[in-house]
């Protein structure tokens, strides 16, 4: 069974200090790793999808990383408007729809 | 577009009635998630359809819970009859083919009473 586990569950960091988010996942064999973020009350809004081991994307502030047993979602000097909660979800070669993390929480603080 | 639209937005009912949800997908996609979301659990997968095709319903918690999708561009989430445990927010979802990015919609706040 496909199982993504996201730590730490909640941060709290000061503008400008960076940090990055963990995902570590199981599957049967990684079609894709997709990070999402969702603002309260909101659907998640997807960001980035990895493929392949080795394989990094940016968007502004954030860098998703990929290695085969996790994914890094760095945050370089973030701002307030980054808090959110970021979700990691793996897709498996069977063709499964996603798989959710329970994200992590985040809080930047002015 | 206007990506993925659902309503109603927050629903309130009592238990042992009967809960409706709805789902408009993005033009052009053909595959479409139900996910609940709780604090304990998370996002979990209820269901799925490929070209309106039930694929997995395997997530679906118990009888109560039915989902259609009578065509390309509306799908339904049935509760029957609900029951306090079923509050949470409902998310649908929908992409182009089932491997690739899904984009979701604003959700569907549900308390039962």
């Known amino acids: 069974e496909d199982q993504v586990t996201q730590s730490p569950e909640a941060l709290r960091l000061q503008e400008g200090e960076s940090s990055s988010l963990n995902c570590s996942y199981t599957?049967?064999?990684?079609?894709?790793l997709f990070w999402y973020r969702q603002d309260p009350g909101k659907g998640p809004e997807f960001l980035f999808t990895?493929?392949?081991a080795g394989e990094e994307k940016e968007k502004e502030r954030l860098k998703a990383t990929l290695t085969k047993k996790e994914s890094f979602l760095h945050i370089t000097a973030p701002k307030p408007e980054d808090s959110a909660t970021y979700l990691c979800?793996?897709?498996?070669?069977?063709?499964?729809?996603?798989?959710f993390g329970k994200g992590t929480r985040l809080s930047v603080i002015a | 577009d206007a990506g993925v639209i659902q309503s109603p937005r927050h629903e309130v009912t009592e238990m042992g009635q009967e809960v409706t949800l709805r789902c408009k997908p993005i033009s052009g996609h053909n595959s479409l998630f139900w996910y609940r979301q709780t604090m304990m659990r998370g996002l979990e997968l209820l269901i799925y359809f490929n070209n309106n095709v039930p694929i997995d319903d395997s997530g679906m918690p118990e009888d109560r819970f039915s989902a259609k999708m009578p065509n390309a561009s509306f799908s339904t989430l049935k509760i029957q009859p609900s029951e306090p445990r079923d509050s949470a927010v409902y998310f649908c979802a929908s992409s182009l083919g089932a491997v690739t990015e899904a984009f979701f919609g604003q959700g569907t706040r549900l308390t039962v009473v």
């Open positions: 599957v049967s064999g990684l079609r894709g």
């Open positions: 979800a793996v897709q498996s070669s069977g063709n499964t729809p996603l798989v």
């Open positions: 990895l493929y392949s």
